[in-house]
């Protein structure tokens, strides 16, 4: 049986806090003035639950005071099994759902997760992250965080490999390998969570939103598994969230529309051979077509595979251009055999040439730079680029096809 395919960006993070069905949407605001009467009356006592657990010192008596008064505060922790906790392991490794993930953790078991961005300072404190005063590499912090473990009556560290926040249902991102290099055993904690009405978390929202929203709702529950958490691992990781977050923001400037946005007309039409096929790998199919447009030389089994795995025409390109997938490019000729465009694609594109200044040759290729948002303003760059040189090959084909029809 083979594995099922790797969910996309789309699907690890959620950008929509909302419901779409229809009743939800109806009980949420049925629910609004209930839960703005909530979210007041847990401002004043989240004030003094922080104030108790700054004032009382670690122990099972603070975690059970703070645990109960959490709960008031709609904040429900779960625990299925504690005796498969290994009491003597110093490093926790868990996978990442919410922003206040170590909070909740550290209400059944004592534990500290170090400060990776952000910041030093009150608001990294009072946030239960411990600083520790590295602000080089990785290679610094690791070597900080084996002398804090070396120390046996120092708490367990709590840290989160994917470093990056997932909705958690679809999917984990890829695991980073210095949470491993610390100590030679690792307690792992699978963690889910639950809430009603709205989504548990939304990417790129801030710390004080999340914290709002939680007061809004009647309850969050935060479970702390023995088993699989049942989904499957990516390649994605914690950059790859940053870029999916502003190609989001910034799909309004970008030369075309999303699929779902466009026009039936401008869409790729199936070929005749293809209405038998499964629908799954129809969309493939038509997903890969689009990316054959803008990358002509990619060979099309090369696209197909790595939109197995993405399930997104924007993660694929990026990684055929960045170089993540290794192809060899396809000759000209195969190239031109490329199924012809509409004929209001190609109406659309000689428009396009006459009121846009095109280069006459394809672009070149550029080098990456190793900063994420250098990357992508070069990626947003070479990917213009490759949509205009897509236009001048379909309306330069399409003059060539009227000109050799003509008597």
């Not at 229809?22 to 049925?30: D, K, P, S, V």
């Not at 790129?204 to 929203?213: C, M, R």
């Not at 040759?361 to 490759?386: D, G, I, Y």
Request: include cysteine; charged fraction near 20%.
């Amino acid at each position: 049986m083979e594995p099922p395919a790797a969910p996309g960006p789309e699907r690890l993070f959620d950008s929509h806090r909302f419901p779409t069905d229809g009743f939800l949407l109806l009980a949420l605001l049925l629910y609004a003035p209930v839960g703005l009467c909530l979210l007041v009356l847990r401002l004043f006592i989240g004030v003094h639950v922080f104030l108790v657990s700054c004032a009382l010192p670690d122990s099972v008596l603070r975690r059970f005071i703070v645990r109960v008064m959490c709960s008031v505060l709609g904040l429900f922790v779960r625990q299925s099994d504690p005796r498969l906790r290994d009491v003597n392991v110093r490093v926790y490794i868990a996978n990442h759902v919410t922003q206040f993930d170590h909070n909740v953790i550290n209400l059944l078991t004592s534990c500290n997760t170090p400060a990776l961005n952000g910041a030093p300072g009150f608001i990294c404190w009072s946030r239960g992250f411990m600083e520790l005063g590295v602000t080089g590499s990785r290679a610094e912090l690791v070597e900080s965080l084996k002398v804090y473990s070396s120390h046996r009556e120092n708490p367990p560290l709590l840290l989160f490999p994917e470093e990056a926040a997932t909705n958690g249902r679809a999917g984990l991102l890829r695991f980073s390998s210095w949470p491993f290099s610390i100590l030679d055993v690792v307690q792992p904690v699978a963690l889910q969570v639950q809430r009603p009405l709205i989504t548990v978390s939304v990417a790129d929202s801030s710390w004080i939103t999340e914290l709002l929203w939680t007061f809004f709702v009647p309850f969050t529950v935060y479970q702390l598994l023995a088993m699989e958490l049942g989904v499957v691992s990516t390649r994605l990781t914690a950059a790859d969230k940053s870029e999916h977050m502003k190609r989001l923001r910034h799909t309004s400037l970008l030369p075309f529309a999303p699929a779902s946005s466009q026009p039936l007309a401008a869409r790729p039409r199936m070929p005749s051979s293809l209405t038998g096929v499964a629908p799954e790998d129809v969309r493939i199919t038509a997903m890969a077509q689009r990316v054959k447009e803008v990358l002509p030389h990619v060979p099309l089994e090369v696209i197909r595979v790595d939109l197995a795995q993405t399930n997104c025409v924007d993660t694929t390109i990026a990684n055929l251009l960045e170089g993540r997938v290794p192809f060899f490019p396809e000759s000209k000729e195969a190239v031109t055999d490329l199924p012809a465009p509409s004929t209001s694609q190609a109406a659309a594109a000689s428009g396009i040439q006459g009121s846009v200044a095109v280069p006459s040759s394809k672009p070149a290729t550029k080098q990456f730079a190793k900063s994420p948002v250098e990357r992508h303003l070069s990626l947003q760059e070479r990917k213009r680029a490759l949509y205009d040189y897509a236009r001048r090959r379909f309306a330069e084909k399409h003059g060539a096809a009227r000109a050799g029809g003509s008597p």
